[in-house]
């Protein structure tokens, strides 16, 4: 597998995505459907937006490794949230699991009314091998 990165401009770069990946030579995609901070028994997070996004993660990170991918191998990952400003303001969770597998995704963050239950946060993947 080969990726490319393009970005006609450097702005992006502190908001830890890109603008856009050309991936070639792919062996296998995985669409990994939204994950949450649900635990393993179905039940969603009533915590506040930091927890479940370490949650959140956690579960991402569980369900690619399963599928025998790699996080730094995500290409496209979308971020639904219930409040942008919560999610902001704990960002650094993110940025800092996007820089420690070295990941470099298209992104989209959009602000929902609502989602499951009582969840604040959900990301959606894409990764290839």
Partial sequence: ???RIINPWQWQNE????QAVEVTKVEGT???????????????STDDMKTQLVKTIQNVEKVINEAGYECKNIV??????TS??????????????IAKHE??????VLEV???FETLKIELEATVVK
């Fill in 1 to 3: 597998m080969e990726k």
């Fill in 15 to 18: 908001r830890s995505y890109v």
């Fill in 30 to 44: 995985l669409y990994v459907s939204g994950q949450t901070a649900i635990d393993s028994d179905g039940k969603s």
């Fill in 76 to 81: 496209r990952l979308n971020i639904f949230t």
């Fill in 84 to 97: 942008t400003a919560e999610l902001f303001s704990c960002f650094d969770i993110f940025q800092n699991w």
């Fill in 103 to 108: 990941i470099k995704q298209a992104s989209t």
């Fill in 113 to 115: 009314k609502n989602l």
